[in-house]
C-alpha cells in the first residue's frame, strides 16, 4: 500500500480542498504546496496545514506524487492547459467533468470524487464519505485506491458515465433538497414562526430513508392526491408563481411515483 509519505500539491483553495486538506494532513499526508488565484484563500489553507503556497501557477512544484485539482468545473479546463510539466499523478475532484479533460496532456491521470457537500466552516468525517475513483491505467487506479482507502471506508471504482450520474443524482438529493428548505423557509415566516419548528421534522424525514426506500418513506396530500389538500395550498401561494410552480410539478411527480 502507498506510504502516506505521499507528497501532494493541491490546485485550489475553496470548500473541498480545505477539507480534504484537513483530512489528508490528519491521517499523517504530506501536503507541501497549495495553489490558488487568490492569494489570501491559499495562504490561509497553506498556514492552517503547515504547506507553501503560490498564486502563481509556474510556481507548483513540478515534482510532487500527487495533483489534486479541486478547482470550479469551468476553470478546469484552463488551469491544466496553463500547468508546466509534471512528473506525478493528477487528479480532478469533480463529479461531472469527463476523464479526457486529461488526455493528451499527461501521462498519469485519474478521478478522487468525494460524494458529499462541503463547508469551508463545517467539518465533515471523510471516514464515511464514499470516494469514487477512475484512473487511465490500472496501476493509477491502484494508486488512487490505496490513498482513498486511507481517508475513507468507502472507496467504489466509477468511470466517468457513472460519475456523472451520481453527481446528477447528488444535486436531487441535496441541492434541490436544501433549496427547497429555503422555499419553506420563506413559507413559515409567513406563519410567524422560525425554521426551527420544521428540524424535527427534516431530522425524521432524513433519518426514515437510511431504512426505509424514499418511495416507501414517502407521506403527505400528494402521494394520496387529496385534491382538496392540495388546492388549499396552492391558494396561499397565489401570487408567487415559482412557488406554485414547484408544488404543481413535484406533486405531479409524487402521485406519478406513487401509482407505478
Not at 489570501?40 to 503547515?50: R, Y
Not at 464514499?130 to 490505496?146: R, W
Not at 410552480?245 to 407505478?260: G, M, P
Request: charged content about 20%; overall charge neutral; glycine content about 4%.
Amino acid at each position: 500500500m502507498q506510504t502516506k509519505t505521499t507528497n501532494i500539491v493541491l490546485i485550489g483553495a475553496g470548500n473541498l480542498a480545505t477539507q480534504l486538506a484537513h483530512w489528508l494532513v490528519r491521517k499523517g499526508f504530506c501536503i507541501s504546496q497549495v495553489y490558488s488565484r487568490t492569494e489570501i484563500s491559499a495562504k490561509t489553507l497553506a498556514e492552517n496545514i503547515n504547506a507553501n503556497y503560490t498564486i502563481s501557477i509556474n510556481e507548483i512544484n513540478k515534482n510532487a506524487d500527487l495533483y489534486i485539482c479541486a478547482s470550479k468545473d469551468d476553470a478546469l479546463p484552463e488551469i491544466l492547459n496553463q500547468l508546466p510539466e509534471i512528473k506525478g499523478t493528477i487528479v480532478h475532484t469533480a463529479g461531472s467533468v469527463d476523464i479526457s479533460v486529461f488526455e493528451g496532456k499527461f501521462n498519469k491521470y485519474g478521478v478522487f470524487y468525494p460524494l458529499q457537500t462541503f463547508s469551508k466552516t463545517k467539518e465533515v468525517a471523510f471516514s464515511t464519505i464514499p470516494i469514487f475513483v477512475e484512473a487511465n491505467d490500472s496501476e493509477t487506479l491502484q494508486f488512487l485506491k490505496n490513498i482513498a482507502s486511507y481517508i475513507s471506508e468507502k472507496v467504489y471504482e466509477a468511470n466517468s458515465h457513472q460519475r456523472k450520474m451520481l453527481h446528477l443524482s447528488a444535486v436531487f438529493a441535496c441541492n434541490f433538497v436544501n433549496h427547497l428548505y429555503a422555499q419553506a423557509n420563506d413559507i413559515v415566516k409567513e406563519s410567524g414562526f422560525d425554521f426551527d419548528v420544521l428540524l424535527p421534522l427534516i431530522d425524521e424525514t432524513a433519518q426514515k430513508v437510511h431504512s426505509l426506500n424514499p418511495i416507501d418513506a414517502q407521506t403527505g396530500p400528494a402521494v394520496r392526491f387529496d385534491e382538496t389538500v392540495m388546492q388549499k395550498h396552492l391558494s396561499l401561494l397565489q401570487g408567487d408563481s415559482t412557488k406554485e410552480q414547484i408544488y404543481k410539478l413535484i406533486s405531479k411527480s409524487i402521485y406519478q411515483k406513487a401509482k407505478k
